[in-house]
């Protein structure tokens, strides 16, 4: 069973930038789509960003142009480098992974926490 752990969170004043890592235990990482959810207090979970095996990008409208996406199959590591962060960033970031296309994202880490200050 793949496990993946997030790091890279943390305090940030508005306009700074953080990157969080996604690593993965397992052999089958580089046929995985990878995903960046977060959860923000009081709201639902929504998908932040998604890379498919093949580099096919997604980005919620939120956060176009600011956040980046990458996966670097060689370290089983999967990246979401934030850029101007806004206040309402502030979530708790979660990675995943979905095995196979039409596949539900069902492998997922722990959660990192990203605050950003105004």
């Known amino acids: 069973q793949v496990q993946l752990v997030e790091s890279g969170g943390g305090l940030v004043q508005a306009g700074g930038s953080l990157r969080l890592a996604c690593a993965a235990s397992?052999?089958?990482?580089?046929?995985?789509?990878m995903g960046w959810f977060r959860r923000a207090p009081g709201k639902q979970r929504e998908l932040v960003a998604r890379i498919t095996s093949g580099g096919t990008l997604y980005y919620v409208d939120s956060v176009k142009g600011r956040f980046t996406i990458s996966r670097d199959n060689a370290k089983n590591t999967a990246y979401l480098q934030m850029n101007s962060l806004k206040p309402e960033d502030t979530a708790i970031y979660y990675c995943a992974a979905r095995p196979a296309p039409g596949d539900p994202f069902n492998i997922w880490g722990q959660g990192t926490q990203v605050t950003v200050s105004s």
């Open positions: 397992g052999r089958t990482f580089s046929t995985y789509t």
